[in-house]
């Protein structure tokens, strides 16, 4: 069973947040001091909330360098949430593809919500909508200002919390285990442990072999020296 929620965690501040853009606005403004970085050393970056389609306790928030290709957009959200196999990807909005090499500010000139698949097999599918667009310090291409507090999950044998899943299992509610369960899990009797994928906070989680992001691969997205 899921523990779903949709407070999300500032990660300048670490503050509990609550997923509707006014919400997130407000407190952006109080967190950075009350005021947007205006003249010199400012950029022009646009606030995206991004959250899985089918699993919208799974979200994002983020800032955008304005002029950022959606390819940019694109390695994010390999790096931050979904990369496993190499697996083709695509934006598009109402069915039209919106190419890799157009920058975000070309876009949101024109639809104010993008929709977003990686593989098209074993599909992860996103929605990324426009909150504001604003002037602030330069700190990059992209940083997350606010991420999902992470799901708990229950064990699907027992009451305890879960810490990985049965690939094969999921689509039927049995794939949560914890760590106590997994190892008489039918599954991994038959196949082994190395069947099983860890919790990792990803829309991704129990497909095809997602194992999570790489410390060193995301750091580049959050505030200077937190993690």
């Not at 407070?7 to 606005?25: F, H, P």
């Not at 069947?195 to 072999?209: E, F, K, Q, T, Y």
């Amino acid at each position: 069973m899921r523990r779903a929620t949709t407070i999300g965690i500032c990660t300048y501040c670490n503050a509990e947040i609550s997923k509707n853009s006014r919400s997130v606005l407000s407190h952006f403004l109080t967190c950075r001091g009350g005021q947007l970085i205006k003249g010199t050393g400012a950029a022009t970056y646009v606030l995206l909330l991004i959250q899985a389609q089918y699993s919208p306790h799974y979200w994002l928030v983020v800032k955008v360098r304005s002029d950022a290709s959606m390819k940019t957009i694109d390695k994010f959200l390999r790096d931050i949430w979904l990369e496993c196999c190499g697996h083709m990807s695509e934006f598009s909005n109402k069915n039209t593809t919106i190419p890799m090499a157009r920058h975000l500010n070309q876009v949101i000139s024109e639809v104010l919500k993008i929709d977003y698949i990686y593989d098209f097999g074993s599909s992860t599918e996103l929605t990324l909508s426009m909150i504001q667009t604003i002037q602030d310090v330069d700190e990059g291409n992209l940083l997350i200002l606010v991420r999902n507090k992470t799901p708990e999950y229950e064990c699907s044998s027992c009451d305890k919390k879960a810490v990985a899943i049965c690939p094969y299992c999921i689509d039927e509610g049995e794939g949560f285990l914890c760590q106590s369960c997994s190892g008489q899990h039918k599954c991994v009797l038959e196949e082994g442990e190395d069947l099983l994928s860890p919790l990792m906070n990803s829309p991704r989680d129990g497909v095809c072999g997602y194992t999570g992001s790489i410390n060193k691969q995301i750091k580049k997205y959050f505030p200077k020296n937190i993690i």
